[in-house]
Nanobody, 124 residues
Framework: QVQLVESGGGLVQAGGSLRLSCAASGRTFSPYVVGWFRQAPGKEREFVAAVRWIGGTYHADSVKGRFTISRDNGKNTVYLQMNSLKPEDTAVYYC??????????????????WGQGTQVTVSS
C-alpha cells in the first residue's frame, strides 16, 4: 500500500521558480520508478519527468534544462525543481509511482499509484 501526496504548488510569475514535493506514505517505499505528470484544462495528462530507483532520470523535451527531478535518500520524497517557469507550464502536477516495470516511464498507464495533484499557475 502506497499513498502519494504532492505539495509545493502555487502562483508564480514567469521566470520564477517552484519546488514540488511528492511524499510517499507507507511502511516501506521502494518503487521501480517515480514520475511527474501534468494536466492543463482541456488537455491530456502529459509526462514531465521521472526518476528510476536503480538509476537514471528523464525529462520531457518541453522542460529539459529548466526542471530537475530528484529524490532525497533520507526521506520517502521525490522533488521537482522548476526554474524559468513559463505560462505554458500552468497545470495540475501529479506524482506517480510504479513498484515494478509496467511500461515506458513516459506513459500514464505504466504507473500504479497516483497523488491528488498540486496546482501550479504561472502568470505572464
Amino acid at each position: 500500500q502506497v499513498q502519494l501526496v504532492e505539495s509545493g504548488g502555487g502562483l508564480v510569475q514567469a521566470g520564477g521558480s517552484l519546488r514540488l514535493s511528492c511524499a510517499a506514505s507507507g511502511r516501506t517505499f521502494s518503487p521501480y520508478v517515480v514520475g511527474w505528470f501534468r494536466q492543463a484544462p482541456g488537455k491530456e495528462r502529459e509526462f514531465v519527468a521521472a526518476v528510476r530507483w536503480i538509476g537514471g532520470t528523464y525529462h520531457a523535451d518541453s522542460v529539459k534544462g529548466r526542471f530537475t527531478i530528484s529524490r532525497d535518500n533520507g526521506k520517502n520524497t521525490v522533488y521537482l525543481q522548476m526554474n524559468s517557469l513559463k505560462p505554458e507550464d500552468t497545470a495540475v502536477y501529479y506524482c506517480a509511482a510504479s513498484t515494478d516495470y509496467s511500461g515506458p516511464y513516459y506513459v500514464v498507464k505504466s504507473y500504479d499509484y497516483w497523488g491528488q495533484g498540486t496546482q501550479v499557475t504561472v502568470s505572464s
